[in-house]
């Protein structure tokens, strides 16, 4: 039988009795299950126990180069094979695998059960994310939000009483996009508007593959975004380290700021997307 005071002991010196307490007893809503599942893996060797994971997607073959799954995996509903590799890790772990796709209609329900909404949808659904970051703020929830960009990860962390939503903070670039292609725009087209802010942070790889992508849904043609397995590593660690901050009460960088690591550039910066870097 698994003990978990054995589990991590070695988390001793860094993480102390109280953080790791509140780890143990935190409900962790993971949306999205790709590159989610780096989070999610890197949890279960923290200590966390309580878990709700959220995706209607299947494994496939692409997925195996940066997501935490196996070629055995392929064809298998994502949040079931994440939930067995986290009771691998932790037998007495408590993991809901909810396989549905997150939209305006069930995220008010998957928010109530968490205490921590770890965010990696993508804005593929614009009335999603929102409906999502809405339902936290409303709820007293936690949200980080994250993204692979290339050899890094972006982290943006939106608490549920401070700082601006994630609506307020595409709000230029839902009026924009509108200005330009009407009263009702697209995904990629509130992205695009989005990425062109963020883009001078950014390294240039990573600007010219969005930028590829965005053309390519924009002409209606599906086009996986490139990633790689360095940037995958790099949002679960970058996420975790900022999740282990804000509950050993320490500051942790929030909306509008968000917090950007390149290995490519060996930098890391604190970018507010509102006004300056």
């Not at 989070?39 to 923290?46: G, S, T």
């Not at 329900?109 to 809405?134: C, E, M, N, R, S």
């Not at 725009?185 to 989005?194: D, H, K, T």
């Amino acid at each position: 039988m698994l003990a978990y005071e054995k589990l991590v002991v070695r988390n001793s010196g860094y993480i102390d009795a109280e953080t790791q307490a509140k780890i143990r007893r935190t409900r962790l809503l993971i949306a999205g299950c790709g590159i989610g599942s780096s989070l999610a893996v890197c949890a279960a060797r923290m200590g966390f126990e309580n878990f709700i994971l959220v995706d209607g997607d299947r494994v496939d073959t692409h997925n195996l180069n940066r997501q935490f799954y196996d070629f055995a995996d392929i064809g298998r509903l994502k949040v079931d094979a994440l939930a067995e590799k986290i009771l691998r890790v932790n037998s007495h772990a408590k993991v809901q695998a909810v396989p549905a796709m997150l939209d305006v209609d069930n995220t008010a329900q998957l928010v109530a059960k968490a205490d921590i909404v770890f965010d990696t949808v993508d804005f593929l659904d614009l009335p999603a994310i929102l409906g999502l970051h809405a339902s936290a703020r409303q709820q007293g929830v936690h949200v980080l939000t994250a993204l692979s960009v290339g050899f890094g990860a972006l982290v943006w962390y939106f608490p549920p009483d401070a700082g601006p939503s994630l609506a307020e903070v595409l709000a230029p670039d839902v009026a924009l996009a509108s200005a330009r292609h009407g009263s009702d725009p697209s995904y990629a087209e509130v992205f695009e508007s989005f990425m062109q802010r963020l883009a001078p942070h950014l390294d240039g790889e990573v600007v010219e593959q969005v930028s590829l992508v965005l053309s390519s849904m924009k002409e209606g043609k599906p086009c996986p975004a490139s990633q790689v397995a360095v940037g995958s590593f790099a949002v679960g660690a970058l996420a975790m380290s900022m999740i282990h901050e804000l509950l050993a009460g320490r500051p942790v960088p929030a909306s509008p700021k968000l917090v950007l690591h390149s290995f490519r550039s060996q930098q890391t910066k604190i970018v507010d997307i509102m006004g300056k870097s």
